[in-house]
């Protein structure tokens, strides 16, 4: 019973996650001369769209998209797996986390009043593998490891 609970808290955490990144929900197809004005409109290259107030980073957006990331990491980085190393419950965390970022990021360019970014697919993963270090970090101080929890 207890193998489950990271895979439960996981999709419970990625329900708000995914509503608050894809609201307001008003999904629509762009017509052709509409569409090709959307794909000037998505960040293709990382880095490319300046903040208006700090340049390069805006710290807020920056700091939001990795930290939102983090508990995700975290609990596939807790999942069942007897046979898996640090290094690989990291890198799993890390892979969940572009996935779910690519999620979202395809989802936002359906939406005309979000705006996808490649710099935030960037951020999220990496916010899903501090996660999965910082669960690595803490099960390695701690002398009830994680392979015995399942």
Known sequence: ????????????????LLYGTLA???????????????????EWIPFTRLC?????LCPQ?????????VPAGALV????GSTLSARRRTIRAAVAGFCLS???ETGQYFIPTRFPSTADAIWNTLGACLGGLIVVGLVRRNPFQMNQQQ
């Open 61 to 69: 957006d920056t700091g939001l998209n990795i930290a939102i990331f």
């Open 102 to 104: 690519l999620l979202i």
């Open 77 to 80: 980085a807790l999942m069942p």
């Open 1 to 16: 019973m207890w193998r489950k609970v990271p895979l439960v808290l996981l999709v419970l955490y990625s329900i708000p």
């Open 52 to 56: 208006p107030a700090y340049g390069l």
């Open 24 to 42: 307001p929900f008003r999904f629509t197809w762009h017509p052709g001369r509409e569409r090709a004005n959307r794909r000037s409109q998505v």
